[in-house]
């Protein structure tokens, strides 16, 4: 196998210094960003005048030809035959149309040509992702749109705290995912800067057109400093963050998936697409799908360390550590892409056990605020409500009966001030109708808040559909 910085050298490399340093078992996931890069330069040379108009013609139909046999699968990506993807694509050129071949890497290194392909794929994976978020923004809107009257208590702590709705509960995933969506819209913003003419680190004495090349391959502008556009990945940590707070956000609704699915909640029904059984007990139904979620969120957030790790001992400009930026990346990546769509497909087929819910908000005394409230309108301090609306909830207990089903005789040993419209004012479902502040439960509110996330939804996905 050649290399492409051979010259230099008389002794033969290692077979572990080979295996070390040799990415082209993961790095060939870059072929395709990097024979556009390669076909654009190539004009780009031709263009400038520092290859001749043939040669850059007869450069670019190679590198097409080349990408067509490996698209197609008629070309295949051998182990061992070369060191990266850029020195193959360069000798499968070279093989195919000669010393032309040998042109393409004019005023060009391999450090701008790796940072050019790794900013061409993150842009086009901060794409892939925030395509998934929004397919997962539909369903979680659906189901918010299902269930404005599903009544559920609300938990802080893992208390019932107050009484809520199923399209509150899923409202505020809604959000999360939307800031989700919002972060990979402006890292693609960020790093969508074109490095390729920077060079090794200081540029090149041939009059290459940057603005030219940056244009063609769909960047706003060239980058501003050649040694920070080779040595710059912190594009790739940003997306790898983005992409753990994405997956802490699908743990945390996997986490209440699995409680809801448990036999003490019986709030929902996890499909069976979406569940395994026990090798042993065959009674199990197992909320295999969300554990796998929440366990794989360990995994992205170990991607994002292990780069941070990689790139805060460096000093400018390039260094082969940094070779190590491309399978965090990748790993991150695959994983947040599935688990976006087993989550999706796990919600599109879920049931919700609304009787169980509404039930649990009941006797969970999640009601016991709006009492309060009740006896503060009749004229009793806060305070001196709040001990007696205390008082009621332990007898409730006792008597296993929630406060909705006193009787009025029960009510008024409590105190005189409770009346005929007590009934009203603490049922479950006026507790939520009450809560009229943007942003809260009732239906109003909630109404309000479900057509404001659907403009946002048809925007974005309008944004993010191909336009001609």
């Not at 035959?81 to 193959?88: N, T, V």
């Not at 029904?269 to 799908?289: C, F, H, L, R, W």
Request: proline content about 3%.
């Amino acid at each position: 196998m050649a290399q492409l910085w051979g010259g230099r050298f008389t002794g033969t490399t290692s077979e572990l210094t080979k295996e070390l340093n040799d990415s082209l078992p993961f790095d060939q996931r870059l072929w395709r960003q990097d024979i556009r890069g390669s076909i654009v330069h190539a004009r780009m040379l031709g263009r400038q005048g520092i290859l001749t108009g043939e040669e850059a013609d007869h450069i670019e139909e190679g590198l097409r030809g080349i990408y067509e046999d490996l698209e197609s699968g008629k070309l295949a990506i051998e182990a061992g035959s070369a060191e990266d993807i850029h020195s193959f694509v360069e000798m499968v050129l070279t093989q195919r149309i000669g010393e032309d071949g040998k042109r393409l890497h004019t005023g060009r290194s391999r450090n701008d040509q790796v940072a050019l392909d790794l900013r061409l794929f993150v842009r086009g994976a901060c794409c892939e992702i925030r395509s998934d978020l929004l397919a997962l923004e539909e369903t979680i809107l659906h189901i918010m749109e299902q269930n404005v009257h599903t009544t559920m208590p609300g938990f802080t702590h893992l208390q019932k705290a107050q009484p809520v709705t199923l399209a509150h509960h899923f409202g505020a995933y809604f959000e999360m995912f939307r800031r989700d969506v919002s972060r990979m819209s402006d890292t693609k913003e960020r790093l969508n800067e074109c490095p390729l003419g920077a060079g090794a680190l200081a540029g090149t004495t041939y009059p290459l057109d940057r603005g030219y090349t940056a244009a063609e391959l769909g960047f706003r502008c060239p980058t501003r400093n050649s040694m920070d556009s080779v040595s710059d990945r912190d594009y790739a940590i940003e997306f790898l963050n983005d992409l753990s707070l994405i997956q802490m956000h699908l743990s945390r609704l996997s986490e209440e998936i699995i409680l809801w699915n448990s036999n003490e909640y019986r709030f929902v029904e996890i499909d069976d697409a979406y569940s395994t059984g026990s090798s042993i007990m065959p009674q199990k139904k197992n909320p295999d799908v969300a554990e796998l979620i929440r366990g794989k969120t360990g995994r992205v957030f170990g991607d994002l360390n292990s780069l941070l790790v990689t790139m805060k001992g460096i000093p400018l400009a390039y260094d082969k550590d940094m070779q190590e930026d491309k399978e965090p990346v990748f790993d991150a990546l695959d994983t947040v892409s599935l688990c976006l769509k087993l989550m999706n497909g796990m919600l599109k087929t879920i049931r919700f056990n609304d009787s169980v819910m509404e039930a649990s908000a009941k006797h969970g005394y999640t009601n016991a605020t709006d009492a309060a409230d009740y006896l503060v309108k009749k004229g009793v301090p806060f305070r001196d409500a709040h001990g007696i609306i205390g008082r009621m909830v332990l007898y409730g207990i006792e008597h296993h009966k929630p406060l909705d089903e006193f009787t009025m005789d029960e009510f008024r040993s409590f105190g005189p001030e409770f009346d005929e419209d007590v009934y009203d004012a603490i049922a479950i479902r006026t507790c939520v109708d009450r809560r009229l502040t943007k942003g809260a439960p009732g239906q109003q509110a909630m109404e309000e808040e479900i057509r404001e996330a659907k403009q946002w939804l048809i925007h974005e996905c309008d944004a993010d559909a191909p336009h001609s």
